[in-house]
């Protein structure tokens, strides 16, 4: 683990003569000259008193599209899927997540901090869980166990390696979760990029959860932003909370300006990422001690075990940092790459030649 005085290694300087390659995240695009220009122009008012006309045809568009009564903005994805747990749950209850999930590993512990709850984490071969898995971790309905108040789905599951839940499987899982009154929320921060794996819409694979949080600031390429989906109640509910974690924005039209051409325009070029990450898998996985498993690289997301080259993760990322490739960690010896929009093939084929060149080394 990284202290605040100490770097992470995928954050050490480049020294490459080329410019560096960075593939820690599909978070780190620039706003595309449509998306500035859009900003610049933004017709904007107090978010607050929901006066921004910008925001309200986000939310708007964003509830049309999950086919869904309403919606609300939220600067980050973790708010987002922070409120949800606080309108779902009750203090000292549990939430059932796939033991890599995000709100489990990156949230900060916000959901016992903010919402007084425990995580019941289960592992899941790739990720994806089955209600089988499932149901054998719900809290028996006796006083002295902690109730399970919550399961949180993750599409695409991030440190899985971008992993697609098969509708079925999640429709299942929401079909039972609901027969029990337990409800289902999905961290979909990509789910766009499921969505295009799938080839269905997004309203159609999300349409059994009661909430839904999506990120514009991941594959999509806005600068700021996500959002969250569900019920006319369950947004005036979550207007509250935004306003309690310090979320109530005021001219954020600026914002949702290029988060509008983000939802309208950037998932029709999400295949292009899914296939530089199956690019990238293929060639990663012809290299010595480098073990990568292609089935599970289904979207812009290749996560590698490092351990076969006689690095630690650690290791690894800050020596390719250093001929200027970028990339993120995962758990253990695990390695991340994150295809989006600003890396062509050509700058994946360089990343490839970093990587092949340190292991001739
Ligand atoms: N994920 C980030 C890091 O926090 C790991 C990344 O680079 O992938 N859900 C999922 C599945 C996510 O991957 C993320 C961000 C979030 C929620 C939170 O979104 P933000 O960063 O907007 O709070």
Redesign the pocket.
């Known amino acids: 683990m990284y202290s605040s005085t100490q770097p992470r290694p995928e954050a050490a300087a480049s020294v490459s003569p080329f410019p560096a390659v960075d593939l820690?995240?599909?978070?780190v695009t620039r706003p595309t000259p449509e998306m500035r220009k859009a900003m610049f122009e933004a017709e904007v008012g107090d978010d607050v008193y929901g006066e921004d006309p910008t925001i309200n045809r986000l939310e708007q568009r964003a509830a049309e599209i999950f086919g869904r009564e309403a919606a609300i903005f939220v600067?980050?994805?973790?708010?987002?899927?922070q409120i949800a747990i606080k309108i779902h749950t009750r203090p000292g209850q549990e939430i059932i997540c796939e033991e890599r999930?995000?709100?489990f590993n990156?949230?900060m512990a916000t959901l016992a901090s903010f919402s007084g709850c425990l995580v019941r984490p289960i592992y899941a071969e790739g990720g994806i869980l089955r209600w089988e898995q499932i149901k054998k971790k719900i809290a028996g309905k006796t006083y002295y166990l902690a109730q399970t108040g919550l399961i949180s789905l993750?599409n695409?599951?991030?440190?899985a390696g971008g992993t697609v839940y098969p509708t079925e499987v999640a429709e299942d899982i929401c079909e039972e979760a609901h027969a029990v009154g337990l409800p289902v929320h999905l961290?979909g921060?990509?789910v766009f990029n499921a969505a295009t794996a799938l080839g269905k819409p997004v309203s159609e694979i999300t349409k059994m959860f009661d909430s839904i949080?999506f990120?514009l600031?991941?594959g999509l390429g806005a600068p700021v932003g996500?959002l969250l989906v569900g019920s006319r109640d369950f947004i005036d509910q979550a207007r509250k909370y935004r306003k309690a974690l310090g979320g109530g924005m005021r001219q954020a039209g600026i914002l949702a300006a290029a988060g509008l051409i983000a939802l309208e325009k950037m998932p029709a070029r999400l295949h292009e990422d899914h296939a530089n990450a199956k690019f990238l898998a293929s060639q990663l996985a012809k290299l010595p001690g480098i073990a990568v498993d292609l089935p599970s690289v289904q979207t812009n997301?290749v996560v590698v075990d490092v351990s076969g080259t006689g690095m630690s993760g650690v290791d690894f990322i800050r020596r390719v940092s250093e001929q200027g490739l970028l990339i993120?960690s995962g758990f253990g010896d695990m390695v991340?790459f994150?295809t989006h929009m600003d890396v062509n093939r050509a700058a994946c084929e360089r990343a490839l030649e970093v990587v092949r060149e340190l292991l001739r080394n």
Not at 156 to 159: C, D, G, K, P, S
């Open positions: 820690r995240s599909d978070t600067p980050t994805g973790s708010m987002g899927n999930g995000h709100i990156y949230e993750e695409t599951h991030n440190m961290d921060a990509r949080m990120c600031s991941k996500s997301i993120g991340r994150v």
